[in-house]
Structure formats: structure tokens, C-alpha cells
């Protein structure tokens, strides 16, 4: 009953204030009545109050959005401005509906007594296990305002590294799906047009051209299979992708021996173990419990696996530095640069110092690969397209070789 009694729901009213001017907004209350005695208490005569339909708080609550928050809650809050004007701020101001209704359900549970990290928990979808047990750690060493700021540059460093292994995939992707296509579509409409031109020749066709004619009438006659094979194939792909932790593991493995990408997500991975670790243990999580959200913001199946194995050896006693030692999946400079953390005691710190470098280390090889990949990609899109172009032409000129003999 007392559950049923503190739901708030949130409602659109309109009315007119003292003066007669129209106003609306919206409040949440656990029911019309309670919204039509508020209002009334604040000199508002109320003429319309509906239920906030699903709806109107249409958008999509990214990564950045709460990053976003994350570094403006932290920013008032070392202001001085009080948790509950916070929120009111940050979510008043947000472009995003549905990050302003998330502000304002948070703010409703933190109204009626909830903590701050438990109303976080009630929203795994955005609040991670991470982000919930810094805030808890706040809340209770009285150092929220701290905490929120570390916790901020953290998300900031990791959506930097996120961006910068997105850009080195996306770029040579779209690429060759904008080759394919152009090569779909001279396969499909110029090369026919070529066949019919030739058709009248009347001599026998150069092997190129009779090769790259054979394709073009496989992409005319079978172009549907061809486009919904693809597309038929990369959907099933990324939806067993996302279900199946067997081909997570196997995908995740193998991109870390590609050439020079599984370099570079190898280095992001290093740095994102490093960062969340010293982010967690800088703020006074037990290590054992820290490895939890470490293992989770891994990003990588193999060291998810490699944290899970070094946090079961650390609770029977083994140091850090031996555990990550055993797991095989860490580079010398790493378990020197731990060591030297656990033996001064600034663990956090050399941990930083790690995370630093391995950044550092993911801008170097995304721009050394971008500019690798622009030559090369410029080399196989000549040869292409070329290829195919001298494949149509050599009749002509065989013809106009002919003539001039």
C-alpha cells in the first residue's frame, strides 16, 4: 500500500496564474488531485491536467548525455548549488525530453528519500555498476562533489578513447561500402549499356571485357539476392552478435590479432583497465569489488574474462601484480609500472600514469593508420573503378587500332 501510495507520475497541466496570464508546465504527483492542490496552493487556476503520454519524452539517452550531466551535476555541486536545484538545473536545460524526464524521476526518488546511488541503480540502462558505487562511495565519505568530478573526467577520458577506436573502424567501412556501391551501379546500368555498343562489333571481345560482362549480367539477373544476402547476413550477424556470448568471445578475440587494428583496440583496452581501476581505487572501493566494474567497462570479452580470473586469485590472497602476471594479457611495462603502485602504496597513481600512456599511445596509431589508410584506400579504389573502366575500353581501342592499320 505504502508503495502503491509514493508513485509519482508525471502530468501536463495548464492554467492561469494571478494576473490571468496562461501557463502550463509539467509536475509529478501521485495523482490529478494532488497536482490540482498544488497548483492551487501556488495561485495557479487549473484548466487542463492530462498524464504525460510515453511518447513525449521521445529521444534517445546516450553516452555523451550522461557524461554530459555527469560533468554539470559535479560543476554545481562544487559550486555550492543544493543536489535537488541541481538536478532542476541540468534537467530544465537539456535539450534531450528524455534526458529531462530521467532527470526528473531521479529527482523524485531522491525527494521521497531514496539515495542518490540507490535512485541511480533504479536505471542499469544508463547508470552502470561503476557509476553507482563511486556515488555510493561519495555519499558516504561525505565527498560526493569529488567523487562526481573524478567520475566525470573518467567518462570523458573512456568516451575520448570510444571516439578516437570509432573513427580508425568507421572511416575505411564506409568506404568500401561507398565502392560498392558505385561498383553495383556500373555493374548494373553503364556496363549493359557498354554490351549493347558492342554487340555490334562483330569481332571477338577482349577476356577482361568478356570477364568483367559475365559479372554484370550475374549483378542484372541476381541483384536482389546479392543486396539481401548481404543485408540478410550482417543483420543475423549483429543480432547473434548481441546474444551470443560464444561469438562475443570469438569476435573479440580474433580482432585483437588483426593487423594494426587489434593494436590499437589492445592499447584502448589496456588504457580502460587502467582508468576504471585507479578511478575505483582512488575513491576507496575494496579492490575485489573494484574489479566487478573493471571486468564490466573492459570492452573486450577476452579481458573481461582476464579480470574475472585476476579478481578470484586476488581474494585468495595473490597480490595484484602476480594475478595480472598470470593472466598473460598484459605488457611488461604494465605489471612493472602495478608493481611499483603496490609497493609505494600510489597504486591510483601509477595506474593514471598508465592509462596516460596507453591514451596517448591509441591517438599515435589512429593517426599514423589514418594516414596509412587514405593512400591505400586511394590505391584500391583506382584499381576498381580503373580496372573496370581500361576492361570496357580496350574493344575501342582495339577497333580504332584496327582502323588506323
Same mark, same amino acid.
Given at each position: 500500500?505504502?508503495?502503491?501510495?509514493?508513485?509519482?507520475?508525471?502530468?501536463?497541466?495548464?492554467?492561469?496564474?494571478?494576473?490571468?496570464?496562461?501557463?502550463?508546465?509539467?509536475?509529478?504527483?501521485?495523482?490529478?488531485?494532488? %497536482?490540482?492542490?498544488?497548483?492551487?496552493?501556488?495561485?495557479?487556476?487549473?484548466?487542463?491536467?492530462?498524464?504525460?503520454?510515453?511518447?513525449?519524452?521521445?529521444?534517445?539517452?546516450?553516452?555523451?548525455?550522461?557524461?554530459?550531466?555527469?560533468?554539470?551535476? /559535479?560543476?554545481?555541486?562544487?559550486?555550492?548549488?543544493?543536489?535537488? *536545484?541541481?538536478?532542476?538545473?541540468?534537467?530544465?536545460?537539456?535539450?534531450?525530453?528524455?534526458?529531462?524526464?530521467?532527470?526528473?524521476?531521479?529527482?523524485?526518488?531522491?525527494?521521497?528519500?531514496?539515495?542518490?546511488?540507490?535512485?541511480?541503480?533504479?536505471?542499469?540502462?544508463?547508470?552502470?555498476?561503476?557509476?553507482?558505487?563511486?556515488?555510493? /562511495?561519495?555519499?558516504?565519505?561525505?565527498?560526493?562533489?569529488?567523487?562526481?568530478?573524478?567520475?566525470?573526467?573518467?567518462?570523458?577520458?573512456?568516451?575520448?578513447?570510444?571516439?578516437?577506436?570509432?573513427?580508425?573502424?568507421?572511416?575505411?567501412?564506409?568506404?568500401? %561500402?561507398?565502392?560498392?556501391?558505385?561498383?553495383?551501379?556500373?555493374?548494373?546500368?553503364?556496363?549493359?549499356?557498354?554490351?549493347?555498343?558492342?554487340?555490334?562489333?562483330?569481332?571477338?571481345?577482349?577476356?577482361?571485357?568478356?570477364?568483367?560482362?559475365?559479372?554484370?549480367?550475374?549483378?542484372?539477373?541476381?541483384?536482389?539476392?546479392?543486396?539481401?544476402?548481404?543485408?540478410?547476413?550482417?543483420?543475423?550477424?549483429?543480432?547473434?552478435?548481441?546474444?551470443?556470448?560464444?561469438?562475443?568471445?570469438?569476435?573479440?578475440?580474433?580482432?585483437?590479432?588483426?593487423?594494426?587494428?587489434?593494436?590499437?583496440?589492445?592499447?584502448?583496452?589496456?588504457?580502460?583497465?587502467?582508468?576504471?581501476?585507479?578511478?575505483?581505487?582512488?575513491?576507496?572501493?575494496?579492490?575485489?569489488?573494484?574489479?566487478?566494474?573493471?571486468?564490466?567497462?573492459?570492452?573486450?570479452? %577476452?579481458?573481461?574474462?582476464?579480470?574475472?580470473?585476476?579478481?578470484?586469485?586476488?581474494?585468495?590472497?595473490?597480490?595484484?601484480?602476480?594475478?595480472? *602476471?598470470?593472466?598473460?594479457?598484459?605488457?611488461?611495462? %604494465?605489471?612493472?609500472?602495478?608493481?611499483?603502485?603496490?609497493?609505494?602504496?600510489?597504486?591510483?597513481?601509477?595506474?593514471?600514469?598508465?592509462?596516460?600512456?596507453?591514451?596517448?599511445?591509441?591517438?599515435?596509431?589512429?593517426?599514423?593508420?589514418?594516414?596509412?589508410?587514405?593512400?591505400?584506400?586511394?590505391?584500391?579504389?583506382?584499381?576498381?573503378?580503373?580496372?573496370?573502366?581500361?576492361?570496357?575500353?580496350?574493344?575501342?581501342?582495339?577497333?580504332?587500332?584496327?582502323?588506323? /592499320?
Amino acid at each position: 500500500m505504502a508503495a502503491n501510495a509514493t508513485k509519482q507520475i508525471t502530468f501536463l497541466w495548464e492554467g492561469k496564474d494571478k494576473k490571468g496570464k496562461v501557463v502550463k508546465g509539467e509536475i509529478r504527483a501521485a495523482g490529478e488531485a494532488v %497536482v490540482n492542490a498544488t497548483l492551487r496552493r501556488q495561485g495557479i487556476t487549473v484548466t487542463k491536467v492530462k498524464k504525460q503520454g510515453a511518447f513525449a519524452a521521445k529521444g534517445k539517452i546516450t553516452d555523451k548525455d550522461i557524461t554530459l550531466f555527469t560533468r554539470q551535476l /559535479a560543476t554545481m555541486m562544487k559550486a555550492g548549488v543544493p543536489l535537488l *536545484q541541481a538536478f532542476d538545473i541540468v534537467g530544465k536545460g537539456h535539450n534531450n525530453p528524455a534526458v529531462a524526464k530521467l532527470l526528473g524521476d531521479i529527482k523524485s526518488d531522491v525527494e521521497t528519500g531514496s539515495s542518490l546511488s540507490a535512485s541511480f541503480r533504479k536505471y542499469p540502462l544508463y547508470f552502470d555498476a561503476l557509476f553507482c558505487n563511486l556515488v555510493g /562511495a561519495g555519499e558516504q565519505a561525505g565527498i560526493l562533489d569529488t567523487l562526481l568530478d573524478r567520475l566525470a573526467t573518467y567518462k570523458e577520458k573512456i568516451m575520448a578513447i570510444k571516439g578516437k577506436i570509432k573513427s580508425a573502424l568507421v572511416y575505411p567501412i564506409s568506404i568500401l %561500402v561507398v565502392a560498392f556501391v558505385i561498383t553495383a551501379v556500373i555493374m548494373i546500368f553503364v556496363i549493359p549499356a557498354f554490351k549493347t555498343l558492342f554487340s555490334g562489333f562483330g569481332a571477338d571481345l577482349p577476356a577482361p571485357t568478356l570477364v568483367v560482362m559475365a559479372i554484370s549480367d550475374f549483378f542484372v539477373s541476381y541483384w536482389w539476392a546479392i543486396f539481401g544476402s548481404i543485408g540478410g547476413g550482417l543483420w543475423f550477424f549483429f543480432y547473434t552478435w548481441k546474444r551470443s556470448e560464444k561469438l562475443q568471445s570469438t569476435m573479440d578475440r580474433l580482432m585483437l590479432k588483426l593487423p594494426i587494428v587489434g593494436e590499437i583496440i589492445r592499447k584502448a583496452t589496456i588504457a580502460r583497465f587502467s582508468r576504471t581501476l585507479s578511478t575505483m581505487f582512488s575513491a576507496g572501493v575494496p579492490l575485489v569489488e573494484a574489479l566487478d566494474s573493471v571486468a564490466g567497462a573492459s570492452g573486450n570479452r %577476452v579481458y573481461f574474462d582476464a579480470t574475472k580470473r585476476i579478481q578470484s586469485e586476488i581474494s585468495t590472497g595473490t597480490s595484484l601484480t602476480v594475478a595480472m *602476471q598470470n593472466a598473460q594479457v598484459f605488457p611488461n611495462m %604494465v605489471l612493472q609500472m602495478t608493481a611499483i603502485g603496490e609497493e609505494s602504496g600510489a597504486l591510483d597513481s601509477m595506474l593514471s600514469k598508465v592509462a596516460d600512456f596507453y591514451e596517448a599511445e591509441v591517438d599515435d596509431a589512429v593517426d599514423a593508420m589514418s594516414s596509412l589508410m587514405e593512400p591505400v584506400i586511394m590505391v584500391v579504389l583506382g584499381t576498381l573503378i580503373g580496372g573496370l573502366v581500361v576492361a570496357m575500353y580496350l574493344p575501342i581501342f582495339k577497333m580504332g587500332a584496327a582502323v588506323g /592499320a
